[in-house]
């Protein structure tokens, strides 16, 4: 098959989506992103990339505190909302049941499945983006979304966003394989 080059800037792959939650100008907003990850596991630590300009940066960098919210697929209204319009302009917190953890500064949504909450441990500025990196201090889940003690990603529903070609959310799809264990079948 051959290969050919295609804009590095677009994005070839599906990416989760979050709702990203910081305290500005004292009250909660909320932003959608699908630029974050888990980057560390002890301390557990999650980054987000948010443009320079954006409004939520702001209060993540006034209150050193900031959440990540799992929305499932009930929520793509509302989560596509967030990702449209600008907290300088619009209260979106009025769309969720917002609730606060232990740094009593980063705004949670009550009806996603997953909450984490974060502190601030670095920013790292890139030339459009900030990267903030968060140790979570918090995380909460609702018990619908368990399996056992721990979070079902599967009950939880959670939002895919491909971009390439056009832009679209999904949900997940069916499972393929056993991860860590598919592969032992091209050991010697």
Same mark, same amino acid.
């Given at each position: 098959?051959?290969?050919?080059?295609?804009?590095?800037?677009?994005?070839? &792959?599906?990416?989760?989506?979050?709702?990203?939650? !910081? /305290?500005?100008?004292?009250?909660?907003?909320?932003?959608?992103? !699908?630029?974050?990850?888990? #980057?560390?596991?002890?301390?557990?630590?999650?980054?987000?990339?948010?443009?320079?300009?954006?409004?939520?940066?702001?209060?993540?960098?006034?209150?050193?505190?900031?959440?990540?919210?799992?929305?499932?697929?009930?929520?793509?209204?509302? /989560?596509?909302?967030? $990702?449209?319009?600008?907290?300088?302009?619009?209260?979106?917190?009025?769309?969720?049941?917002?609730? &606060?953890?232990?740094?009593?500064?980063?705004?949670?949504?009550?009806?996603?499945?997953?909450?984490?909450?974060?502190?601030?441990?670095?920013?790292?500025?890139?030339?459009?983006?900030?990267?903030?990196?968060?140790?979570?201090?918090?995380?909460? /889940?609702? /018990?619908?979304?368990?399996?056992?003690?721990?979070?079902? #990603?599967?009950?939880?529903?959670?939002?895919?966003? #491909?971009?390439?070609?056009?832009?679209?959310?999904?949900?997940? $799809?069916?499972?393929?394989?056993?991860?860590?264990?598919?592969?032992?079948?091209?050991?010697?």
């Amino acid at each position: 098959m051959e290969k050919v080059s295609f804009n590095p800037r677009a994005t070839a &792959y599906p990416m989760p989506v979050a709702i990203v939650g !910081a /305290t500005v100008n004292d009250k909660p907003n909320f932003m959608a992103v !699908a630029w974050f990850s888990k #980057v560390n596991i002890n301390p557990p630590m999650m980054m987000i990339a948010l443009g320079k300009q954006k409004y939520t940066g702001e209060g993540i960098k006034e209150h050193m505190a900031f959440s990540i919210n799992i929305p499932g697929k009930d929520l793509v209204k509302e /989560t596509d909302y967030c $990702g449209i319009e600008s907290g300088r302009t619009e209260d979106k917190s009025s769309l969720f049941k917002v609730f &606060y953890g232990e740094t009593g500064t980063a705004p949670m949504i009550q009806e996603c499945s997953i909450n984490y909450e974060l502190k601030l441990a670095e920013t790292v500025e890139l030339p459009g983006s900030n990267l903030f990196i968060g140790e979570i201090v918090a995380a909460y /889940t609702d /018990t619908k979304s368990l399996s056992g003690q721990i979070p079902d #990603v599967l009950k939880t529903e959670p939002l895919i966003l #491909v971009v390439s070609p056009t832009s679209h959310y999904y949900d997940l $799809g069916s499972r393929i394989a056993d991860a860590f264990k598919i592969g032992n079948d091209l050991t010697q």
